[in-house]
């Protein structure tokens, strides 16, 4: 070998060993810069809380509290939400809202934001609800306030000649209903200059006049129409457009967000609008007038389809109403929009904003109102998650923490929600809050570096949640289970001013337990599931394969290899021949509790009687004393009825389907509801992300397996330290590679697995 050939020789196998080295290195490390920024989380990921300005804006306070705010609390920015006074002497803020020594102090709040390398987040009104524009819209412009439907009834036994001069508002509908017989008589064809005359029969009627007024009640201004897109664009002249042409420069860099608050039905159940008639006939295809008692009353085999029918246009008219013009505002502005209705987590929308689904149809960043008190409406976040995942939106946002008690509000609770929270699909952060008056807080918690028990915990608290949110936002959540979304029950048992309503948000039926197996498949069988609107399904976006069902979304692609339907009377006949064809291409079907049986559809229960047969092969207006009723097709499908579901009865059924994506070897029995053990899957950059939480105060043993042959390392959210998972087991299931190790969460903490592959 001459020299020449052998440092030629050298010089390669030199190459070689980096190349492979390398290699070596890739495959077993995380790149710096993920390292870096989760030890160090980048500003826009940690949290923004509200800060509430309850007494006078100075340019000193305004420079001296955010500075705190960033720099004792960790704060990376903040959004400045003004409040009106309240008649108890609570100050609201001053200069008045909009006032040009307002857009003054504003000015300096921005300016201040600069220089501390802050943002801050537009909050659109004067205290909330969203819509009032401090008090401008309803002096301005009160025919644009909010409207109610008012129903005017006299009971009067016929045969008699009915005369009535009509009552005061803008008349819908006037019908006279037999009590007895149920029949109905359209009796608006009969009203002359006026005033209604007409020869009713023979029976005992119930004569009821349906008008539109003006909505009395209000919380500090009169609010918009929020279902009048006339009217929402006034209102945006009064608020948005002023901030635009004030504030404009600082939009797309320190001002990136805009939030609204509060938007539907909260104190206002009856909420309707002028154009309500035309827009129903425009979706439903029929006349709305004779339908009108059905509101009210049962009008016969037709209720529940027609309740369906009303409440779907009035959740059209809310969604393309002021989310979409807010949402188009933002987007022409180069901002992102966030907010939420009330009762956005209750179990029934229809009161409170219509159908959460459609609610943040035009939204930027969905977000969950977690308020109230700790695990307030916990089974009930998932649903804005899930309508996230079915738009592709990236971002989740949560205000949290408002009206938790203070005396049992301790550094703990800022981990224990957020974290349960991140489990449910949550990936930012707006804490409630600051208050410019730390002395007059009427909102607990104050969340701030001047309280003196929070203060000590605020940095380290941002910064988790600055590494939580920089790994859980945007990619690809990885849910196997689809639980139907039971709109057409929620809508078709409604019914207004019912004297066994409860309260809004929670007046439903008693087959409706779908928060109920939320919480079984989250906190007892620890199964993550996506919400699936059953009107959505419809959607070419949903493609069935053999076995499978894919929501077909540019960057967070889901495959459900399991559906459930949960307790119901009422489902539309199109979803279910879209499941039955599900099922007979040899996908897995639960049902948990009562079958339906009624149609949305008027006029076709017998349809969804039949489709319910064929698939689980049980009829739906029978009874079973059976724990489980199975039935299977040649192609491989399989559907289990479970009529009285449990933990135990609904781990048993899901046995019987695919092996899951994330198994616990001795799934944890927490010995208290206070608390939950949580995860969360999600694929981001080619790489597996899971967040386990432990919200509980117990410690948490337990074997984690996970599909794939993968190269784990554990981050720590609470420290941003990086380390190789230990004792790792690789194994084969069913022909597929799945990873093991062992878990161990200490009392309220958390933490992440990151593969590398």
Same mark, same amino acid.
């Not at 609800?129 to 009160?142: I, N």
């Not at 064809?189 to 006026?194: E, L, Q, V, Y």
């Not at 703990?412 to 929270?421: H, K």
């Given at each position: 070998?001459?020299?020449?050939?052998?440092?030629?020789?050298?010089? =390669?196998?030199?190459?070689?060993?980096?190349?492979?080295?390398? =290699?070596?290195? +890739?495959?077993?490390?995380?790149?710096?810069? %993920?390292?870096?920024?989760?030890?160090?989380?980048?500003?826009?990921?940690?949290?923004?809380?509200?800060?509430?300005?309850?007494?006078?804006?100075?340019?000193?306070?305004?420079?001296?509290?955010?500075?705190?705010?960033?720099?004792?609390?960790?704060?990376?920015?903040?959004?400045? %939400?003004?409040?009106?006074? !309240? $008649?108890?002497?609570?100050?609201?803020?001053?200069?008045?809202?909009?006032?040009?020594?307002?857009?003054?102090?504003?000015?300096?709040?921005?300016?201040?934001?600069?220089?501390?390398?802050?943002?801050?987040?537009?909050?659109?009104?004067?205290?909330?609800?969203?819509?009032?524009?401090?008090?401008?819209?309803?002096?301005?412009?009160?025919?644009?306030?909010? !409207?109610?439907?008012?129903?005017?009834?006299?009971?009067?036994?016929?045969?008699?000649?009915?005369?009535?001069?009509?009552?005061?508002?803008?008349?819908?509908?006037?019908?006279?209903? $037999?009590?007895?017989?149920?029949?109905?008589?359209?009796?608006?064809?009969?009203?002359?200059?006026?005033?209604?005359?007409?020869? /009713?029969?023979?029976?005992?009627? &119930?004569?009821?006049?349906?008008?539109?007024?003006?909505?009395?009640?209000?919380?500090?201004?009169?609010?918009?129409?929020?279902?009048?897109? *006339?009217?929402?664009?006034?209102?945006? +002249?009064? *608020?948005?457009?002023?901030?635009?042409?004030?504030?404009?420069?600082?939009?797309?860099?320190?001002?990136?967000?805009?939030?609204?608050?509060?938007?539907?039905?909260?104190?206002?159940?009856?909420?309707?609008?002028?154009?309500?008639? +035309?827009?129903?006939?425009?979706?439903?295809?029929?006349?709305?007038?004779?339908?009108?008692?059905?509101?009210?009353?049962?009008?016969?085999?037709?209720?529940?389809?027609?309740?369906?029918?009303?409440?779907?246009?009035?959740?059209?008219?809310?969604?393309?109403?002021?989310?979409?013009?807010?949402?188009?505002?933002?987007?022409?502005? #180069?901002?992102?929009?966030?907010?939420?209705?009330?009762?956005?987590?209750?179990?029934?929308?229809?009161?409170?904003?219509?159908?959460?689904?459609?609610?943040?149809?035009?939204?930027?960043?969905?977000?969950?109102?977690?308020?109230?008190?700790?695990?307030? #409406?916990?089974?009930?976040?998932?649903?804005?998650?899930?309508?996230?995942?079915?738009?592709?939106?990236?971002?989740?946002?949560?205000?949290?923490?408002?009206?938790?008690?203070?005396?049992?509000?301790?550094?703990?609770?800022?981990?224990?929600?957020?974290?349960? /929270?991140?489990?449910?699909?949550?990936?930012?952060?707006?804490?409630? @809050?600051?208050?410019?008056?730390?002395?007059?807080?009427?909102?607990?918690?104050?969340?701030?570096?001047?309280?003196?028990?929070?203060?000590?915990?605020?940095?380290?608290?941002?910064?988790?949640?600055?590494?939580? =949110?920089? %790994?859980?936002?945007?990619? !690809?959540?990885?849910? +196997?289970?689809?639980?139907?979304?039971?709109?057409?029950?929620?809508?078709?048992?409604?019914?207004?001013?019912?004297?066994?309503?409860?309260?809004?948000?929670?007046?439903?039926?008693?087959? *409706?337990?779908?928060?109920?197996?939320? #919480?079984?498949?989250?906190?007892?069988?620890?199964?993550?599931? *996506?919400?699936?609107?059953?009107?959505?399904?419809?959607?070419?976006?949903?493609?069935?394969?053999? @076995?499978?069902?894919?929501?077909? $979304?540019?960057?967070?692609?889901?495959?459900?290899?399991?559906?459930?339907?949960?307790?119901?009377?009422?489902?539309?006949? &199109?979803?279910?021949?879209?499941?039955?064809?599900?099922?007979?291409?040899?996908?897995?079907?639960?049902?948990?509790?009562?079958?339906?049986?009624?149609?949305?559809?008027?006029?076709?229960?017998?349809?969804?009687?039949?489709?319910?047969?064929?698939?689980?092969?049980?009829?739906?207006?029978?009874?079973?004393?059976?724990?489980?009723?199975?039935?299977?097709?040649?192609?491989?499908?399989?559907?289990?009825?479970?009529?009285?579901?449990?933990?135990?009865?609904?781990?048993?059924?899901?046995?019987?389907?695919?092996?899951?994506?994330?198994?616990?070897?001795?799934?944890?029995?927490?010995?208290?509801?206070?608390? &939950?053990?949580?995860?969360?899957?999600?694929? !981001?950059?080619?790489?597996?992300?899971?967040?386990?939480?432990?919200?509980?105060?117990?410690?948490?043993?337990?074997?984690?397996?996970?599909?794939?042959?993968?190269?784990?390392?554990?981050?720590?959210?609470?420290?941003?330290?990086?380390?190789?998972?230990?004792?790792?087991?690789? &194994?084969?299931?069913?022909?597929?590679?799945?990873?093991?190790?062992?878990?161990?969460?200490?009392?309220?903490?958390?933490?992440?697995?990151?593969?590398?592959?």
């Amino acid at each position: 070998m001459n020299q020449s050939f052998f440092f030629k020789y050298l010089l =390669c196998f030199l190459v070689l060993g980096m190349v492979l080295m390398s =290699c070596s290195k +890739e495959n077993n490390a995380l790149p710096k810069t %993920l390292v870096d920024d989760f030890k160090n989380p980048p500003n826009a990921f940690k949290p923004m809380p509200f800060w509430h300005i309850n007494g006078e804006l100075t340019s000193e306070g305004i420079r001296r509290q955010m500075k705190d705010a960033k720099e004792l609390g960790g704060f990376s920015g903040i959004s400045v %939400l003004p409040l009106a006074p !309240k $008649n108890d002497g609570r100050p609201g803020t001053t200069p008045k809202f909009l006032s040009p020594e307002y857009l003054a102090r504003f000015q300096d709040v921005l300016e201040t934001a600069e220089e501390l390398d802050m943002e801050v987040i537009l909050y659109d009104d004067n205290d909330f609800p969203s819509g009032m524009a401090g008090g401008q819209l309803g002096e301005l412009y009160p025919e644009h306030t909010m !409207k109610r439907l008012d129903k005017v009834e006299q009971t009067v036994q016929g045969p008699i000649r009915f005369n009535q001069r009509l009552p005061d508002g803008k008349l819908l509908s006037i019908v006279a209903m $037999n009590t007895e017989t149920l029949e109905r008589i359209e009796l608006t064809p009969f009203i002359k200059d006026n005033f209604l005359s007409y020869e /009713l029969p023979s029976g005992t009627w &119930k004569v009821m006049s349906f008008v539109l007024v003006k909505d009395s009640y209000h919380k500090a201004y009169p609010v918009v129409d929020y279902l009048d897109t *006339t009217a929402v664009r006034k209102l945006m +002249e009064l *608020t948005y457009e002023v901030h635009q042409r004030n504030f404009g420069d600082y939009f797309g860099k320190t001002i990136r967000k805009v939030f609204f608050d509060d938007v539907g039905f909260w104190k206002h159940p009856r909420t309707w609008t002028g154009s309500f008639n +035309e827009k129903f006939e425009e979706i439903n295809g029929y006349d709305p007038k004779p339908w009108y008692p059905a509101l009210w009353y049962n009008i016969g085999p037709e209720t529940e389809s027609v309740r369906h029918a009303f409440f779907k246009t009035r959740a059209e008219l809310l969604a393309e109403g002021f989310p979409k013009l807010v949402g188009e505002w933002a987007i022409e502005n #180069g901002l992102e929009d966030t907010g939420h209705p009330p009762g956005n987590y209750d179990p029934t929308p229809i009161d409170m904003n219509a159908d959460i689904f459609k609610f943040y149809r035009h939204m930027a960043m969905p977000l969950t109102d977690a308020i109230i008190g700790y695990q307030f #409406g916990q089974n009930g976040h998932k649903l804005i998650s899930s309508a996230a995942d079915y738009y592709d939106r990236p971002v989740v946002s949560t205000e949290i923490y408002g009206a938790y008690k203070e005396k049992s509000f301790d550094s703990l609770m800022l981990y224990r929600s957020a974290m349960d /929270l991140f489990s449910r699909g949550v990936n930012f952060v707006v804490p409630h @809050g600051l208050w410019y008056n730390p002395e007059q807080v009427y909102i607990p918690p104050l969340v701030s570096p001047y309280s003196e028990k929070l203060a000590p915990a605020l940095p380290n608290y941002s910064e988790f949640v600055g590494r939580s =949110c920089m %790994l859980l936002q945007g990619g !690809k959540r990885v849910s +196997e289970i689809g639980v139907f979304y039971p709109f057409e029950e929620l809508a078709g048992w409604y019914r207004f001013e019912d004297p066994a309503n409860p309260r809004q948000g929670f007046f439903i039926s008693p087959e *409706t337990n779908y928060q109920e197996i939320s #919480g079984m498949l989250t906190n007892d069988l620890r199964q993550d599931f *996506t919400f699936i609107h059953p009107e959505f399904f419809l959607d070419e976006k949903y493609s069935i394969e053999e @076995g499978s069902l894919s929501l077909n $979304n540019t960057e967070n692609k889901q495959t459900y290899s399991t559906l459930i339907l949960t307790g119901c009377k009422i489902a539309s006949v &199109k979803s279910l021949q879209k499941l039955k064809d599900y099922y007979d291409k040899g996908g897995f079907v639960i049902s948990t509790g009562q079958l339906p049986f009624k149609a949305a559809e008027m006029g076709q229960d017998n349809e969804v009687q039949a489709l319910i047969k064929s698939i689980f092969n049980v009829e739906a207006t029978g009874t079973t004393t059976e724990e489980f009723v199975v039935n299977t097709n040649e192609k491989g499908g399989l559907a289990i009825h479970v009529p009285n579901p449990t933990p135990a009865l609904l781990a048993k059924a899901l046995e019987n389907g695919p092996t899951q994506d994330v198994q616990f070897g001795s799934n944890p029995v927490l010995a208290t509801d206070f608390g &939950k053990f949580n995860y969360i899957h999600k694929i !981001k950059d080619g790489r597996h992300i899971y967040f386990f939480s432990n919200s509980s105060d117990e410690v948490i043993n337990t074997e984690v397996t996970v599909r794939g042959k993968l190269k784990l390392f554990e981050a720590d959210p609470h420290t941003g330290d990086i380390h190789p998972v230990k004792n790792v087991k690789q &194994k084969s299931i069913e022909n597929q590679d799945y990873t093991t190790a062992k878990l161990t969460l200490s009392p309220v903490s958390s933490m992440f697995w990151i593969s590398n592959q």
